[in-house]
Protein backbone atom coordinates (compact mmCIF):
# COMPACT_ATOMS: atom_id res chain seq x y z
CA UNK A 1 0.00 0.00 0.00
CA UNK A 2 1.26 3.38 -1.23
CA UNK A 3 1.77 6.02 1.83
CA UNK A 4 -1.12 8.55 1.61
CA UNK A 5 -3.73 6.00 0.64
CA UNK A 6 -5.03 7.00 3.61
CA UNK A 7 -5.57 9.62 5.75
CA UNK A 8 -7.54 10.45 9.33
CA UNK A 9 -7.04 13.83 10.94
CA UNK A 10 -8.43 15.53 14.00
CA UNK A 11 -8.43 19.01 15.16
CA UNK A 12 -7.26 19.78 18.69
CA UNK A 13 -8.24 22.85 20.17
CA UNK A 14 -6.19 23.89 23.24
CA UNK A 15 -5.46 27.26 22.69
CA UNK A 16 -7.09 30.80 22.18
CA UNK A 17 -4.38 32.28 19.81
CA UNK A 18 -2.06 30.83 17.35
CA UNK A 19 -0.37 27.97 17.80
CA UNK A 20 3.44 28.53 17.25
CA UNK A 21 5.21 25.39 17.98
CA UNK A 22 4.17 21.54 18.93
CA UNK A 23 6.78 18.83 19.87
CA UNK A 24 6.11 15.28 20.77
CA UNK A 25 7.44 12.39 22.91
CA UNK A 26 7.06 8.83 22.24
CA UNK A 27 8.45 7.87 25.51
CA UNK A 28 4.83 8.01 27.36
CA UNK A 29 3.01 9.34 24.56
CA UNK A 30 2.50 12.65 25.10
CA UNK A 31 2.41 15.96 23.32
CA UNK A 32 3.27 19.66 23.87
CA UNK A 33 1.79 22.90 21.91
CA UNK A 34 2.90 26.59 22.61
CA UNK A 35 0.68 29.20 21.23
CA UNK A 36 1.31 32.93 20.57
CA UNK A 37 -1.08 34.20 23.57
CA UNK A 38 2.23 32.68 26.27
CA UNK A 39 0.26 29.49 26.69
CA UNK A 40 1.15 25.45 26.37
CA UNK A 41 -0.99 22.57 26.30
CA UNK A 42 0.35 19.41 27.36
CA UNK A 43 -1.97 16.33 26.01
CA UNK A 44 -1.93 12.52 24.79
CA UNK A 45 -0.95 11.14 22.00
CA UNK A 46 -3.40 8.40 22.59
CA UNK A 47 -6.87 10.16 22.90
CA UNK A 48 -5.74 14.02 22.73
CA UNK A 49 -7.13 14.38 26.46
CA UNK A 50 -5.70 17.46 28.21
CA UNK A 51 -3.59 16.86 30.84
CA UNK A 52 -2.07 20.55 31.80
CA UNK A 53 -2.40 23.85 30.59
CA UNK A 54 -0.05 26.27 31.94
CA UNK A 55 1.07 29.90 31.20
CA UNK A 56 4.72 29.65 31.94
CA UNK A 57 5.67 33.69 32.19
CA UNK A 58 4.39 37.01 30.80
CA UNK A 59 1.92 36.77 27.64
CA UNK A 60 5.26 36.18 25.85
CA UNK A 61 4.52 34.31 22.55
CA UNK A 62 5.83 30.19 22.75
CA UNK A 63 8.32 29.95 19.53
CA UNK A 64 9.39 26.79 20.86
CA UNK A 65 8.75 23.88 22.89
CA UNK A 66 10.78 20.44 23.36
CA UNK A 67 11.18 17.48 25.37
CA UNK A 68 14.57 16.23 26.87
CA UNK A 69 15.45 13.49 25.30
CA UNK A 70 16.56 11.16 28.55
CA UNK A 71 14.65 13.02 31.33
CA UNK A 72 11.27 12.38 29.08
CA UNK A 73 9.58 13.78 32.36
CA UNK A 74 11.39 17.61 31.61
CA UNK A 75 10.35 19.92 29.20
CA UNK A 76 11.40 23.29 27.79
CA UNK A 77 9.36 26.35 27.11
CA UNK A 78 11.42 29.31 25.62
CA UNK A 79 8.77 32.61 25.74
CA UNK A 80 10.71 35.95 24.59
CA UNK A 81 14.39 35.90 26.13
CA UNK A 82 13.63 33.36 28.44
CA UNK A 83 13.80 29.61 28.63
CA UNK A 84 11.70 27.66 31.62
CA UNK A 85 12.03 24.27 32.64
CA UNK A 86 8.83 21.67 33.83
CA UNK A 87 8.86 18.69 35.43
CA UNK A 88 5.49 16.59 34.26
CA UNK A 89 5.58 15.20 37.63
CA UNK A 90 4.76 18.77 38.78
CA UNK A 91 3.44 20.86 36.44
CA UNK A 92 2.26 23.74 39.03
CA UNK A 93 5.77 24.67 39.40
CA UNK A 94 8.61 26.65 37.19
CA UNK A 95 12.03 23.96 38.30
CA UNK A 96 14.15 26.22 36.57
CA UNK A 97 14.64 29.31 34.58
CA UNK A 98 17.62 29.92 32.13
CA UNK A 99 17.56 33.81 30.98
CA UNK A 100 20.78 33.95 29.40
CA UNK A 101 19.60 35.71 26.00
CA UNK A 102 19.23 39.25 24.87
CA UNK A 103 16.80 38.78 22.49
CA UNK A 104 13.98 36.65 21.50
CA UNK A 105 14.58 33.18 21.30
CA UNK A 106 13.58 30.80 18.32
CA UNK A 107 14.65 27.20 19.04
CA UNK A 108 15.51 24.87 21.55
CA UNK A 109 17.17 21.28 21.57
CA UNK A 110 18.60 19.15 24.13
CA UNK A 111 21.11 16.60 22.80
CA UNK A 112 20.46 12.82 22.84
CA UNK A 113 22.12 11.71 26.39
CA UNK A 114 20.13 15.00 28.04
CA UNK A 115 23.32 16.32 29.02
CA UNK A 116 23.64 19.82 26.68
CA UNK A 117 20.95 22.42 25.91
CA UNK A 118 21.76 24.82 22.96
CA UNK A 119 19.38 27.62 21.99
CA UNK A 120 19.62 30.29 19.14
CA UNK A 121 17.49 33.76 18.78
CA UNK A 122 17.08 37.17 16.54
CA UNK A 123 20.42 38.53 17.25
CA UNK A 124 21.99 35.44 15.63
CA UNK A 125 23.71 34.22 18.90
CA UNK A 126 23.64 30.43 20.02
CA UNK A 127 24.19 29.57 23.18
CA UNK A 128 25.21 26.41 25.20
CA UNK A 129 24.43 25.09 28.11
CA UNK A 130 25.58 22.12 30.54
CA UNK A 131 22.39 21.24 32.00
CA UNK A 132 24.20 18.64 34.38
CA UNK A 133 26.29 21.20 36.38
CA UNK A 134 24.16 24.79 36.00
CA UNK A 135 21.57 24.68 38.40
CA UNK A 136 20.01 27.11 35.85
CA UNK A 137 19.30 30.06 38.80
CA UNK A 138 22.80 30.12 40.05
CA UNK A 139 24.50 30.73 37.01
CA UNK A 140 25.25 34.20 35.51
CA UNK A 141 27.26 35.80 32.31
CA UNK A 142 28.50 39.04 31.33
CA UNK A 143 30.06 40.14 28.19
CA UNK A 144 33.87 41.15 28.81
CA UNK A 145 34.90 41.08 25.05
CA UNK A 146 34.13 42.32 22.20
CA UNK A 147 35.87 38.98 20.41
CA UNK A 148 36.93 35.72 21.56
CA UNK A 149 38.90 35.10 24.58
CA UNK A 150 41.87 33.29 24.05
CA UNK A 151 42.36 32.46 27.21
CA UNK A 152 40.55 30.41 30.09
CA UNK A 153 41.08 30.43 33.73
CA UNK A 154 39.44 29.73 37.31
CA UNK A 155 39.56 32.67 39.88
CA UNK A 156 38.97 32.05 43.38
CA UNK A 157 37.26 34.88 45.42
CA UNK A 158 37.14 34.52 49.14
CA UNK A 159 35.17 36.29 51.41
CA UNK A 160 34.15 35.34 54.99
CA UNK A 161 31.01 33.38 54.39
CA UNK A 162 30.99 33.45 50.51
CA UNK A 163 32.80 31.56 48.07
CA UNK A 164 32.51 33.15 44.23
CA UNK A 165 33.73 30.69 41.40
CA UNK A 166 35.01 32.20 38.35
CA UNK A 167 34.97 31.03 34.87
CA UNK A 168 36.46 33.21 32.00
CA UNK A 169 35.31 31.62 28.39
CA UNK A 170 34.19 32.96 24.55
CA UNK A 171 34.50 36.58 25.79
CA UNK A 172 31.91 35.67 28.85
CA UNK A 173 32.22 35.71 32.82
CA UNK A 174 30.28 32.69 33.84
CA UNK A 175 29.97 32.23 37.76
CA UNK A 176 28.10 30.77 40.19
CA UNK A 177 27.73 32.02 44.25
CA UNK A 178 27.38 29.62 46.68
CA UNK A 179 26.71 29.83 50.70
CA UNK A 180 28.77 26.44 51.50
CA UNK A 181 31.17 27.14 54.34
CA UNK A 182 30.88 29.08 57.98
CA UNK A 183 34.68 30.51 56.47
CA UNK A 184 36.98 30.51 54.13
CA UNK A 185 36.77 27.83 51.77
CA UNK A 186 39.95 26.52 50.22
CA UNK A 187 38.68 24.25 47.36
CA UNK A 188 37.48 25.27 44.19
CA UNK A 189 35.10 22.62 42.15
CA UNK A 190 33.82 23.24 38.58
CA UNK A 191 30.13 24.40 39.45
CA UNK A 192 28.71 25.07 35.47
CA UNK A 193 29.12 25.94 32.29
CA UNK A 194 28.00 28.16 29.72
CA UNK A 195 29.16 29.37 25.97
CA UNK A 196 27.49 31.58 23.91
CA UNK A 197 28.66 31.87 20.19
CA UNK A 198 27.32 34.77 17.52
CA UNK A 199 27.31 32.29 14.44
CA UNK A 200 25.09 34.46 12.33
CA UNK A 201 24.91 38.34 10.62
CA UNK A 202 21.07 38.15 11.34
CA UNK A 203 18.65 36.25 12.74
CA UNK A 204 19.32 32.25 13.57
CA UNK A 205 15.68 30.51 13.09
CA UNK A 206 16.73 27.11 14.11
CA UNK A 207 19.72 25.28 15.97
CA UNK A 208 19.81 21.60 16.02
CA UNK A 209 22.46 18.66 17.59
CA UNK A 210 24.27 16.73 15.07
CA UNK A 211 23.18 12.90 16.25
CA UNK A 212 26.50 10.94 17.52
CA UNK A 213 28.39 13.73 17.58
CA UNK A 214 28.21 14.96 21.13
CA UNK A 215 29.84 18.44 21.08
CA UNK A 216 28.40 19.49 17.43
CA UNK A 217 25.60 21.65 16.17
CA UNK A 218 23.88 23.19 13.12
CA UNK A 219 22.51 25.87 13.18
CA UNK A 220 20.44 28.24 10.56
CA UNK A 221 19.80 31.52 10.30
CA UNK A 222 18.60 34.76 7.79
CA UNK A 223 21.75 35.09 6.26
CA UNK A 224 20.79 32.11 4.26
CA UNK A 225 24.01 30.37 5.57
CA UNK A 226 24.39 26.80 7.83
CA UNK A 227 27.29 26.56 9.92
CA UNK A 228 28.06 23.24 11.33
CA UNK A 229 30.56 24.25 14.82
CA UNK A 230 31.38 22.27 17.56
CA UNK A 231 30.46 24.57 20.45
CA UNK A 232 34.20 23.64 21.97
CA UNK A 233 36.56 25.23 19.05
CA UNK A 234 35.84 29.29 18.09
CA UNK A 235 35.28 28.50 14.29
CA UNK A 236 32.74 26.60 12.21
CA UNK A 237 33.92 23.21 11.19
CA UNK A 238 31.73 23.70 7.82
CA UNK A 239 29.44 26.68 6.33
CA UNK A 240 26.90 25.77 3.87
CA UNK A 241 25.65 28.54 1.98
CA UNK A 242 22.77 28.64 -0.90
CA UNK A 243 23.41 29.92 -3.90
CA UNK A 244 20.96 31.31 -5.37
CA UNK A 245 19.84 31.09 -9.47
CA UNK A 246 18.49 34.86 -9.55
CA UNK A 247 21.56 37.49 -10.20
CA UNK A 248 20.70 40.75 -9.10
CA UNK A 249 20.55 43.07 -6.65
CA UNK A 250 16.69 42.38 -5.98
CA UNK A 251 15.78 38.98 -4.86
CA UNK A 252 12.72 37.17 -4.77
CA UNK A 253 11.73 34.74 -1.88
CA UNK A 254 15.96 34.86 -0.89
CA UNK A 255 16.80 31.56 0.65
CA UNK A 256 16.60 32.51 4.59
CA UNK A 257 17.53 29.41 6.06
CA UNK A 258 13.92 28.91 8.30
CA UNK A 259 14.48 25.50 9.77
CA UNK A 260 16.84 22.73 10.18
CA UNK A 261 16.02 19.35 11.65
CA UNK A 262 18.42 16.00 12.84
CA UNK A 263 16.97 12.63 14.08
CA UNK A 264 19.11 10.59 16.87
CA UNK A 265 20.53 7.72 14.82
CA UNK A 266 20.17 9.01 11.17
CA UNK A 267 23.56 10.80 8.97
CA UNK A 268 20.61 13.51 7.47
CA UNK A 269 20.14 16.97 7.99
CA UNK A 270 17.50 18.66 6.46
CA UNK A 271 16.71 22.83 5.89
CA UNK A 272 13.81 24.67 4.59
CA UNK A 273 14.68 28.16 2.95
CA UNK A 274 12.72 30.56 2.14
CA UNK A 275 12.82 30.23 -1.15
CA UNK A 276 10.52 26.95 -1.16
CA UNK A 277 13.23 25.04 -1.48
CA UNK A 278 14.01 22.04 0.76
CA UNK A 279 17.58 20.52 0.99
CA UNK A 280 18.92 17.11 2.64
CA UNK A 281 22.59 16.59 3.55
CA UNK A 282 24.39 13.76 4.73
CA UNK A 283 27.02 13.29 7.02
CA UNK A 284 30.61 12.12 6.11
CA UNK A 285 33.91 11.45 8.09
CA UNK A 286 34.67 14.00 11.01
CA UNK A 287 36.66 15.39 8.54
CA UNK A 288 34.26 16.18 5.69
CA UNK A 289 31.25 17.13 7.96
CA UNK A 290 27.89 17.30 5.90
CA UNK A 291 27.76 17.12 1.94
CA UNK A 292 24.84 17.63 -0.44
CA UNK A 293 22.77 14.27 -0.62
CA UNK A 294 19.36 15.73 -2.72
CA UNK A 295 16.93 18.44 -3.25
CA UNK A 296 13.36 17.62 -2.41
CA UNK A 297 10.41 19.28 -4.47
CA UNK A 298 10.09 22.88 -3.84
CA UNK A 299 7.24 24.79 -1.75
CA UNK A 300 5.85 27.50 -3.78
CA UNK A 301 6.41 29.89 -1.02
CA UNK A 302 8.76 29.62 1.69
CA UNK A 303 9.85 25.88 3.09
CA UNK A 304 8.72 27.31 6.87
CA UNK A 305 9.37 24.08 8.75
CA UNK A 306 10.88 21.04 8.12
CA UNK A 307 11.29 17.26 10.33
CA UNK A 308 12.74 14.06 10.17
CA UNK A 309 9.96 11.75 11.66
CA UNK A 310 12.10 8.69 11.31
CA UNK A 311 15.78 9.71 9.90
CA UNK A 312 14.96 8.56 6.31
CA UNK A 313 11.71 10.56 6.30
CA UNK A 314 11.09 13.84 5.79
CA UNK A 315 8.10 16.16 6.09
CA UNK A 316 8.06 19.78 4.74
CA UNK A 317 5.70 22.42 5.28
CA UNK A 318 5.20 25.67 2.96
CA UNK A 319 3.87 29.04 3.59
CA UNK A 320 2.12 27.43 0.59
CA UNK A 321 -0.02 25.71 2.79
CA UNK A 322 0.92 22.25 1.73
CA UNK A 323 3.00 19.33 3.44
CA UNK A 324 5.03 16.98 1.22
CA UNK A 325 6.14 13.54 3.24
CA UNK A 326 9.63 12.25 1.01
CA UNK A 327 11.28 8.75 1.62
CA UNK A 328 15.12 9.25 1.38
CA UNK A 329 15.96 5.82 0.99
CA UNK A 330 12.62 3.89 0.21
CA UNK A 331 11.61 5.25 -2.73
CA UNK A 332 7.80 5.37 -3.32
CA UNK A 333 5.73 2.56 -5.09
CA UNK A 334 2.63 4.36 -6.90
CA UNK A 335 4.69 7.31 -7.95
CA UNK A 336 3.45 10.54 -6.41
CA UNK A 337 -0.34 10.76 -4.65
CA UNK A 338 -1.92 13.63 -3.78
CA UNK A 339 -3.56 14.18 -0.47
CA UNK A 340 -6.69 15.00 1.02
CA UNK A 341 -6.96 17.14 4.25
CA UNK A 342 -10.37 17.95 5.86
CA UNK A 343 -9.23 19.93 8.46
CA UNK A 344 -9.22 23.24 7.23
CA UNK A 345 -9.72 22.75 2.93
CA UNK A 346 -11.69 20.25 1.11
CA UNK A 347 -9.02 21.02 -2.03
CA UNK A 348 -7.01 18.21 -3.56
CA UNK A 349 -3.23 18.97 -4.46
CA UNK A 350 -2.31 18.64 -8.17
CA UNK A 351 0.88 17.75 -9.51
CA UNK A 352 1.32 20.99 -11.18
CA UNK A 353 1.76 22.63 -7.80
CA UNK A 354 5.31 21.89 -6.93
CA UNK A 355 8.45 20.62 -8.70
CA UNK A 356 8.23 17.08 -7.74
CA UNK A 357 11.00 14.07 -8.22
CA UNK A 358 11.05 10.81 -7.92
CA UNK A 359 11.67 10.88 -3.76
CA UNK A 360 7.88 12.91 -2.98
CA UNK A 361 5.79 10.18 -1.88
CA UNK A 362 2.88 12.16 -0.79
CA UNK A 363 1.73 15.38 -0.65
CA UNK A 364 -1.44 17.21 0.55
CA UNK A 365 -3.21 20.80 0.90
CA UNK A 366 -3.41 21.81 4.60
CA UNK A 367 -4.41 24.69 3.52
CA UNK A 368 -2.87 27.49 5.66
CA UNK A 369 0.72 28.49 6.48
CA UNK A 370 2.53 26.03 8.21
CA UNK A 371 4.32 27.27 11.44
CA UNK A 372 5.55 23.74 12.83
CA UNK A 373 5.73 20.22 12.68
CA UNK A 374 6.68 17.31 14.23
CA UNK A 375 5.85 14.06 13.84
CA UNK A 376 6.99 10.14 14.45
CA UNK A 377 6.53 6.92 12.80
CA UNK A 378 4.17 3.98 14.35
CA UNK A 379 3.94 0.79 13.48
CA UNK A 380 1.52 0.82 10.76
CA UNK A 381 1.45 5.00 9.91
CA UNK A 382 3.25 8.32 9.72
CA UNK A 383 1.56 10.34 12.86
CA UNK A 384 1.91 13.69 12.18
CA UNK A 385 1.07 17.45 14.24
CA UNK A 386 1.11 20.43 12.37
CA UNK A 387 0.21 24.05 13.88
CA UNK A 388 -0.36 26.87 11.46
CA UNK A 389 -2.30 30.52 11.60
CA UNK A 390 -5.30 29.43 13.96
CA UNK A 391 -6.06 28.09 17.46
CA UNK A 392 -5.65 24.21 16.00
CA UNK A 393 -3.49 21.63 16.40
CA UNK A 394 -4.00 19.16 13.20
CA UNK A 395 -3.10 15.56 14.00
CA UNK A 396 -2.91 13.49 10.71
CA UNK A 397 -2.53 9.71 10.43
CA UNK A 398 -1.33 8.78 7.28
CA UNK A 399 -1.17 5.38 6.41
Same mark, same amino acid.
Given at each position: ????????????????????????????????????????????? #??? =???????????????????????????????????????????????? =???????????????? #??????????????????????????????????????????????????????????????? %????????????????????????????????????????????????????????? #????????????????????????????????????????????????????????????????????????????????????????????? %???????????????????????? %??????????????????????????????????????????????????
Amino acid at each position: MAIGSEIDNERIEYHNNTVLTVACCTEDHTVLSGAEDGSVALFSS #KDN =TLLHRITPGPVDPVNCVTFNPRETAKFYCALGEKIFVYDKRQLNDVCD =TYAYHEEEINQVAVDE #KGQYMVSCDDDGTVICLDLTKSGGKSVSKHTLHDNICASVQWCLVNTLYTTIYVLLCNGYVVF %SKHTLHDNICASVQWVCSVSKHTLHDNICASVQWVPGRSSEIVSGGMDCKIHHRDVY #KSRPLKTLTEKTEQQGIHIINPPFVNCVSTYWGSRYMVAGYGSGTVKVWRLGSKKVGYVPFKSLPRHNAGAGCVCLVDGTTVVSGGNDGFIHI %SELERGHTNGHTNGHCNGHSDNIA %SDDDADIDDTCTFKLLHGHKINWLSGFRDTSCIILYACDESNVVTKYSIR
